[in-house]
């Protein structure tokens, strides 16, 4: 089962809202990607977090930030977003990077949450 | 800097027919990953196929192969029998190590695949 789950798939929001995203995957893998995709764009990647720790941060502003509870769980807090930020944005997983070689790694995505920022 | 290149934006093939997806990447690491990902309308990344830079043999998986050439520094994606259900964006990817238990996808501009009936 190579299966990662994202809600909500849609939402629109306020730029004065908070919502958050949110990401689960039960195949035990112990690293959590965000990924930001805009339309007829690949995606770019936001946070990578790495046995729970954050490992990676792009350089993304500060009205998003990602939280990583349990191994099995990612979130996204959105605050105060801009029109701009209404994209696509992915999830993934990829099962041990220590253990082997790094780059052997195959990230797995979700479906997907659509944002909208009005 | 590492980088990968798609230069096919759009491509058109019959039902049935074979398609090669182009896809070249420049990088000094002597260990690297590519990855195909085919990403329908609905938005889902999905994985395809893999191929490490020390694997001696082309991968293959069902009706995807890589066709890869390490010395031009390629990794084609050949899809044999294309079906409607191709249809869709295919991105080809390479994985970088960033730190120790982080790495980063590393995406090209994607290629839009239509399979006519």
């Not at chain 2, 997806?21 to 260990?31: G, V």
Request: hydrophobic share 30%.
């Amino acid at each position: 089962d190579t299966e990662v789950t994202q809600t909500p798939k849609h939402l629109v929001m306020g730029m004065t809202n908070k919502k958050s995203l949110k990401c689960e995957q039960h195949m035990g893998h112990r690293a959590m990607y965000w990924y930001k995709q805009k339309a007829k764009k690949p995606p770019e990647l936001m946070f990578v977090y790495s046995y729970e720790k954050l490992s990676i941060n792009e350089s993304v502003p500060s009205r998003f930030s990602p939280e990583c509870p349990n191994s099995s769980l990612l979130n996204l807090h959105l605050h105060a977003l801009q029109p701009e930020d209404s994209a696509l944005y992915l999830c993934a997983s990829s099962q041990d990077l220590l253990g082997g070689r790094p780059t052997t790694d195959t990230q797995y995505f979700g479906p997907g949450t659509r944002l909208t920022v009005l | 800097a590492q980088k990968i290149t798609q230069t096919q934006p759009g491509m058109f093939v019959q039902e049935k027919e074979a398609v090669t997806l182009d896809c070249t990447y420049d990088t000094s690491d002597p260990s690297y990953g590519l990855f195909w990902y085919k990403q329908p309308s609905s938005g889902e990344m999905i994985f395809l196929i893999y191929q490490g830079s020390y694997d001696q043999q082309n991968a293959t998986e069902g009706r995807y192969s890589l066709n890869f050439q390490k010395a031009r520094k390629s990794a084609n994606l050949v899809i044999s029998a294309s079906q409607l259900g191709d249809s869709a964006m295919y991105f080809c990817a390479m994985s970088l190590l960033i730190i120790q238990g982080a790495q980063k996808l590393v995406f090209g501009q994607g290629t839009r695949l239509t399979i006519n009936p």
